[in-house]
Structure formats: structure tokens, C-alpha cells
């Protein structure tokens, strides 16, 4: 959505399609999920909110909310679908990309749509990853929808980032006992690299949820599940241990990647990207989001991967031989990463 308010700025022809609807991933966030990154409306001093897709908004001014739910940021992007008025086609389903001579052929649902330009622009959360052997005797961290409402008064969660401490902390905060394990024990972390700490706000919840007694951290390396006799036997390095209740799985999601995996090449499981988020293997096929990574740097939050927006848009603006002058507003307001040696490397002095 936010790169298609970029190229519409440029006076391009945009149109989005989505699977489900406008902020469809959002409003299955378990309830009690909130943004660890927090909205504040300082968009006059050149500093946009930390959420906002554009220059020109802020979820916090138009929700009156620092810490947004899903359902929240759902509601924020129906109003920039209305604002901007965004060519949006729900329940469109893309099954495959096709690259043709000059441009794109996307095979959906509703039919074939042609393109001379793809941005591929899906999230993560519709995509759990649980490549942990037995994953589907656990409960992914994606498939919850209230934590208070979960059956049993002791958990395991396996994962100890983001996910896995917002899981543990809502669950001992309704009255639960939880284990969190992970050999990497992301908790310690200190790096100064948000996409590699836990951030503030989820630090605060992680001592909160200690003080209470009810939540134990491990470094236990899980290597797999099973099912015995109506409990889950849980497998690891030293042996076993069995437990009432599905455990938790906090391991991540996917990038969504699968329908046009053969467009993008890889390195691992990272897609290589030119320094304008194009694929390296498809000209025209753009990468947008969470899964846009330089420099060994993810750009897994809003703030960073939207300043991407008019990177792209500018890209496409060139190859089309248009005047990118009216993107300039996302430069002007920090809103524009385009020094990726710069954004990459940066560290805090303190």
C-alpha cells in the first residue's frame, strides 16, 4: 500500500491486489498483541511516526493510540485506501507471476492481469515457519487468537524473540505458567541492531512478567514434538519431557516468497536484491517489506522498509523516463533510504 501511494504520485497507473482484504493479516493478530515500535504524531518536525506508511499520516493521530493492536492498524489502512483513494481488488488470489518479453502477466483468481511493472509486496504473518520436526503437534504463534482464552494453566513456548516474549508475557499476565526456551537466549542480546535485540517495550514486559514468578527462561535447544497418549513429548539434546498442552511455537514466519521463488534469486533464504529492491534475476520485479534485507540488515520494521518506497518508485520512474521531483516530499521528511552504507552500519554511541 505504501509504495502504491509512492507511484501514484509519479501519475502512474497503480492497482493492488490482496488475497483476503485491506489489512486481512492484522486483524488476526492474537488480541492482545500490540506494536513493539510506538506511534507518536512528530510528523511537523520531519520525523514521520514510526508506523505510518506515508509522510503525510500517523496512526496515532488517527487512532489516539501509541502501542497499536491489529485491529487498530487494520483500521489505519482502510483510512489510506479511502484518503488515497487506492485501486484495491479483495479476495484476489495471485497463483503465479509469469515474466513476459516487456512486463508481467500475474495469473489471480479473478483472472489475468498484465503489468509492466510487479512490486511484490506480501507480509510474513499468513506464512508461519515451523521447520522444527513435528511443528504440527505444536500451536504456531500465528494460528492464536487470544492468549487469555488458551485451554490450561502451563506453557512452553519454544522461541525466545519478539514473538516467543510477547507470547510468554500475556500468558503469565493471565495468571499462566510459562517456560521460554532458546539456545540463542535472544533476551540477552545488546547489540544495537533493533532487528537482532528485543526492543524496549518488550524488555519492559519481559521484567514485568519475571516480577510475577510465573515465567522461567531457558537456553534448552528443542529439536523436535510428538504426541503420546494425549500429552506432548518434548525432545531435546539431554532427553525428554512431556507437557498437557501443545507447545507454543514463537519460530518465525515465512516471506511469502512461494509464488514467485523461481523470479528472485537466493542466498539461502534471503532473496538478492539490487540496490534499488529489484530482483537480480527478473528486471521489472520488486522486492517491498520485511523480507528486504542489504548489508547483513534486515528491514523487518516499518520505519525501515518504508523508506524503500521511493526508492523503488524512483527506480520505476527512471526506466519509464517520468520526473521523480514529487517524491522528493519522502527525502525531505526522512522518509528515504537510499545510503545503504549509512543505514546498514550505523550504531548508537549510548
Not at 484476489?92 to 512486463?103: D, H, I, S, Y
Request: proline share 5%.
Amino acid at each position: 500500500m505504501g509504495v502504491g501511494i509512492a507511484l501514484q504520485k509519479l501519475e502512474l497507473r497503480v492497482g493492488l491486489v490482496d488475497r483476503y482484504g485491506v489489512g486481512a493479516s492484522f486483524r488476526r493478530w492474537p488480541r492482545e498483541t500490540r506494536f513493539i515500535t510506538p506511534s507518536f504524531t512528530s510528523n511537523a518536525f520531519n520525523l514521520p511516526d514510526l508506523n505510518a506508511l506515508t509522510p503525510d499520516t500517523s496512526p496515532a493521530y488517527s487512532l489516539g493510540k501509541e502501542h497499536l493492536s491489529g485491529v487498530d492498524y487494520a483500521r489505519y489502512l482502510a483510512a489510506l485506501v479511502k484518503h488515497y483513494e487506492l485501486p484495491v481488488a479483495s479476495r484476489t488470489n495471485v497463483q503465479r507471476v509469469e515474466a513476459l518479453e516487456e512486463g508481467f502477466r500475474v495469473h489471480t483468481s479473478q483472472g489475468p492481469i498484465e503489468a509492466r511493472f510487479v512490486v511484490w509486496a506480501v507480509g510474513e504473518f499468513q506464512f508461519p515457519r515451523a521447520a522444527l520436526k513435528g511443528a504440527r503437534h505444536g500451536l504456531h504463534y500465528g494460528q492464536v487468537r487470544s492468549w487469555a482464552e488458551l485451554e490450561g494453566k502451563e506453557h512452553l513456548v519454544i522461541g525466545g524473540y519478539e514473538s516467543g516474549i510477547d507470547a510468554a508475557y500475556n500468558l503469565a499476565m493471565a495468571g499462566k505458567k510459562v517456560v521460554v526456551v532458546d539456545p540463542a537466549a535472544p533476551w540477552e542480546s545488546s547489540t544495537g541492531e533493533p532487528s537482532v535485540d528485543l526492543s524496549p517495550y518488550t524488555h519492559e514486559r519481559l521484567e514485568a512478567a519475571l516480577q510475577t514468578g510465573r515465567l522461567k527462561l531457558s537456553r534448552l535447544k528443542v529439536e523436535g514434538i510428538r504426541a503420546v497418549n494425549g500429552h506432548f513429548e518434548v525432545m531435546h539434546g539431554e532427553g525428554s519431557f512431556r507437557v498437557a498442552h501443545p507447545p507454543i511455537l514463537a519460530t518465525g514466519f515465512g516471506g511469502g516468497m512461494e509464488k514467485v521463488k523461481d523470479l528472485f534469486a537466493f542466498e539461502g533464504l534471503k532473496p538478492l536484491l539490487s540496490e534499488q529492491d529489484e530482483s537480480t534475476l527478473t528486471p521489472g520485479l520488486f522486492l517491498c517489506g520485511p523480507k528486504v534485507s542489504h548489508l547483513n540488515t534486515a528491514f523487518c520494521f516499518i520505519y525501515k522498509f518504508r523508506a524503500r518506497f521511493p526508492v523503488v518508485a524512483q527506480a520505476i520512474a527512471q526506466r519509464m523516463g517520468l520526473d521523480a521531483q514529487a517524491l522528493e516530499v519522502y527525502r525531505k521528511r526522512g522518509m528515504w533510504a537510499d545510503d545503504l552504507a549509512a543505514c546498514c552500519t550505523s550504531r548508537c554511541a549510548c
